[in-house]
T-cell receptor
Framework: AQSVTQLGSHVSVSEGALVLLRCNYSSSVPPYLFWYVQYPNQGLQLLLKYTSAATLVKGINGFEAEFKKSETSFHLTKPSAHMSDAAEYFCAVSDRQAAGNKLTFGGGTRVLVKP | ETGVTQSPTHLIKTRGQQVTLRCSSQSGHNTVSWYQQALGQGPQFIFQYYREEENGRGNFPPRFSGLQFPNYSSELNVNALELDDSALYLC??????????????FGPGTRLLVL
């Protein structure tokens, strides 16, 4: 069974500082990997996904993530935080060998941006 | 293009009651997935429907059931409600053409409170 671990349930960054959110997966076969963002009282919005092309994936709103098979990681970064980045971020995986596209999510990391 | 919509937005029920939640998928999408997101946690997969057939189920009891209609809209039914069923219920749709790498598009969710 696949699992996803997000280190740090809360992260506080200053506006303009680097945002780094950690995600590690556990799977016998490297899965497809996704990062979603959830703003208060809203559903989830896709930031980016890794589907076996380039290991460095660029997404919306200046976010990017790098797939590292040796570390079973898919950490999300943004060079300079903006106040509008305050939200909850979820890493998710889907089994590339499965017929459907069920997502398994991590527990989420809430980002607070300080002025 | 209309995104994923869900109704109602909020709902209050008492233990033992039954509830039906509704979801309209994005235009052109034939796959619908349902997730339960308890407070402070990541979403958990309930089940998925593809072209009106169940296409995978998570670790939820049979009192959680669903339907997908010919227009690909969907319902989630929960019988004999328990206090732990209080959560945000998210519906997500996807085109159903690219398997497990496919992006899921989420609705805003229905927040259910069981008293």
């Amino acid at each position: 069974a696949q699992s996803v671990t997000q280190l740090g349930s809360h992260v506080s960054v200053s506006e303009g500082a680097l945002v780094l959110l950690r995600c590690n997966y556990s799977s016998s076969v490297p899965p497809y990997l996704f990062w979603y963002v959830q703003y208060p009282n809203q559903g989830l919005q896709l930031l980016l996904k890794y589907t076996s092309a380039a290991t460095l994936v660029k997404g919306i709103n200046g976010f990017e993530a790098e797939f590292k098979k040796s570390e079973t990681s898919f950490h999300l970064t943004k060079p300079s935080a903006h106040m509008s980045d305050a939200a909850e971020y979820f890493c998710a995986v889907s089994d590339r060998q499965a017929a459907g596209n069920k997502l398994t999510f991590g527990g989420g990391t809430r980002v607070l941006v300080k002025p | 293009e209309t995104g994923v919509t869900q109704s109602p937005t909020h709902l209050i029920k008492t233990r033992g009651q039954q509830v039906t939640l509704r979801c309209s998928s994005q235009s052109g999408h034939n796959t619908v997935s349902w997730y339960q997101q308890a407070l402070g946690q990541g979403p958990q997969f309930i089940f998925q429907y593809y072209r009106e057939e169940e296409n995978g189920r998570g670790n939820f009891p049979p009192r959680f059931s669903g339907l997908q209609f010919p227009n690909y809209s969907s319902e989630l039914n929960v019988n004999a409600l328990e206090l732990d069923d209080s959560a945000l219920y998210l519906c997500a749709s996807s085109p159903g053409t690219s398997g497990s790498q496919e992006t899921q598009y989420f609705g805003p969710g229905t927040r259910l409170l069981v008293l």
